[in-house]
């Protein structure tokens, strides 16, 4: 096959020559043109036709985002990759609703940036063969192992599913380094972009309706990036657009992310619905949340046997949150809910506190705390290759979603 071309559009030429040395070594991406500004840039692709364009955001003239959506007009076989700096989260939005198909946060390595080149371009190449051939949206053919999908389970609130869910996709990425998609699908009152500080909200209601949702390209424009290199899709930003969200949304979802990220963690509402079992039913492993008190202790017991109805207990592990070693013995509260504890995270509410109000994670700003050691130590737990795949114990296929609201109540 013959190599990516690529046109760097940059107005400081020491960036320009830094991307040239990051891909020196990459035989099979060429770079074929350097723009100045944006108009350059808008020149250039129309002569050169480009594979890829690295498109900065703030440029004289014409910025990066008036660039890309004259390009995307003009030029639409070019895929635009931005390359923009920490904290203009809001330019990227934009850049993608004008026709960008990725980003990149400086700094960035060469491994990431040789591999969106080749993503993207790989993605036009299979879009443009679609529309020769005629043919509707081609299925994503993953070319590693699918994605580990990590839900937050309780039917109780305030148990801690947020919270463990947003630390817990952090310390995956600061641990592995792998590709990590936060998904907030406790759609009527997701606040999974408050925790984190991001001001967009809607993702999960915004991309289902596209016609072409599950296309994980298309998705990924969706995705919000966060500072600590986690992806993150929010809870839609009211219950008239929560509505619009179906269970088979949540599972089109969470099966396109599986094809690019190798972990999805998902958040989820306090209620046992549709979009709920969707998620329980496609996890990888379910982390079911309780803390001490008597009325969490119920609700983790009848989760457990909920989980079992389903089947799905074998891929289920209870997390006790706010742990206080005052004299309550583990063994007691297990026998109480007729199951194991898997793991316990101590209860720090100056900690978790401050971190949910300033929308600063606990594992980017307390590294030394005992939680985030408990969190690094239960995300580690999760991340092994060998984590189990969605297969039940017999290395059977699980059984079909339709029958599961039936089989909780059929008992
Ligand atoms: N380990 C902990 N130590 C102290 N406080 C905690 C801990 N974990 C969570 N909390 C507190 O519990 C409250 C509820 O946490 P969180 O929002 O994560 O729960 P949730 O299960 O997602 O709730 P909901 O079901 O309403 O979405 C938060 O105010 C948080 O401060
Ligand atoms: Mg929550």
Redesign the pocket.
């Known amino acids: 096959m013959s190599a990516i071309t690529v046109l760097i559009a940059d107005d400081i030429a020491a960036t320009r020559e830094d991307i040239k040395r990051l891909l020196y070594f990459e035989e099979d991406i060429t770079i074929i043109g350097e723009a100045g500004d944006g108009d350059e840039a808008v020149i250039m692709s129309d002569s050169l036709k480009p594979d890829v364009i690295l498109m900065d955001v703030n440029m004289p003239r014409v910025d990066g985002i008036k660039a890309s959506e004259m390009i995307t007009v003009k030029n639409p076989e070019s895929s635009i990759i931005i390359i923009s700096i920490q904290g203009e989260q809001e330019y990227l939005r934009k850049a993608m609703a004008a026709g960008a198909r990725d980003y990149l946060v400086k700094p960035f390595s060469s491994s990431e940036l040789a591999e969106t080149i080749r993503k993207v371009s790989d993605y036009s190449r299979k879009r443009r063969l679609r529309l020769v051939e005629g043919g509707g949206p081609t299925p994503a053919a993953p070319s590693r192992e699918p994605g580990k999908i990590i839900t937050?389970f309780?039917s109780?609130?305030?148990?801690?599913?947020?919270?463990?869910?947003c630390n817990l996709a952090i310390s995956i990425v600061q641990r592995a380094r792998k590709k990590v998609a936060l998904v907030d699908m406790?759609l009527q009152?997701g606040?999974v972009s408050v925790?984190l500080n991001i001001s967009a909200k809607g993702g999960v209601s915004d991309v289902v309706q596209e016609s072409d949702y599950s296309d994980p390209s298309l998705l990924e424009t969706y995705l919000c990036p966060h500072m600590s290199g986690i992806r993150v899709l929010p809870a839609p930003g009211s219950p008239e657009q929560a509505e619009l969200v179906a269970a088979s949304h949540a599972e089109g979802i969470l099966k396109a992310l599986k094809d690019s990220y190798d972990y999805i963690i998902v958040?989820t509402?306090?209620a046992i619905n549709e979009i709920t079992l969707v998620c329980l039913e496609m996890s990888d492993q379910i982390l079911v949340?309780l803390n001490q008190e008597l009325p969490s202790l119920r609700h983790a017991r009848v989760n457990m046997e909920i989980l079992e109805k389903l089947g799905l207990t074998f891929k289920s592990r209870l997390i006790l949150?706010?742990y206080r070693n005052d004299g309550l013995k583990l063994k007691d509260l297990e026998k109480n809910i007729n199951s194991s504890i898997n793991a316990t995270?101590?209860?720090?509410?100056e900690?978790?506190?401050m971190s949910?109000n300033k929308g600063q994670p606990f594992v980017m700003t307390r590294p030394s705390a005992e939680?985030t050691s408990q969190l690094g130590n239960l995300a580690s737990s999760l991340t092994p290759e060998q984590t189990r795949a969605a297969k039940g114990p017999d290395g059977a296929e699980e059984t079909p979603r339709k029958s599961l609201i039936g089989k909780i109540f059929s008992f």
Do not use: M
């Not at 109780?156 to 869910?165: D, H, I, L, R, S």
């Not at 995270?345 to 509410?349: A, E, F, H, N, V």
């Open positions: 937050l309780s109780k609130g305030g148990v801690g599913k947020t919270t463990t869910a406790d009152g606040d925790f958040d509402a306090a949340l949150n706010r995270l101590p209860d720090d509410g900690t978790v506190s949910i939680i």
